[in-house]
């Protein structure tokens, strides 16, 4: 009978294994909204960091988190660092590119609850007198991450985060509430 329990155990682990290393290399999660503003005006809040106080889902996981600016006030070369509690986490962003009313892109270095480097976009497109903004995250998924991914749905658990923001700033840019 035990030897029973331990081949059933064995298949068990060498079957995760190899669903997990057949997980894709890299990932995407993306959510868009629509915003009745013109694109200059969703483009100031994110170009930003001081103005994700207003709107970022993330603050909500430890409102006494620690956070800091530096670099640029604004655009390329800005940087925001915060340390929470476990499920805040620890990181640093970085604006690395911003084209006006285009598209912000973000280096995102975590360090807790474990360490990666993804990149964030944000990209802004016109609609008449609406912008349609799209918040973006990508990544490359080493085996931790794709054995992470048999077992949790990454794009539900980040994109709720990102649907969250997104109806948040919404409701900034339109009400102009600061």
Sequence with gaps: MFIYILITI?????????????????FRVQRSTVISAPPAAVFAE??????????????E??????????GAAQGEGAEYTWS??????QGKMTIIESRP??????????????????????????????????WAMMGKNNFMFKAMHTLMNMDKMVGRDFERGLAKLKVVVETGVH
């Design 101 to 134: 009313n285009e598209l912000i892109r973000i280096q995102l270095e975590f360090i807790k609850p474990f360490v990666a480097t993804n990149t964030a976009e944000f990209t802004f497109d016109s609609d008449e007198d609406r912008t349609i903004v799209t």
């Design 46 to 59: 994110v170009n930003d960091f001081r103005q994700w106080q207003l709107w970022s889902p993330f603050l």
């Design 10 to 26: 064995a298949v068990t682990v060498i079957a995760f294994l190899i669903v997990a290393a057949r997980q894709p290399d890299v």
């Design 84 to 89: 929470g509690n476990s499920k805040a986490g």
């Design 61 to 70: 996981y430890d409102r006494d988190m620690t956070t800091s600016y530096t």
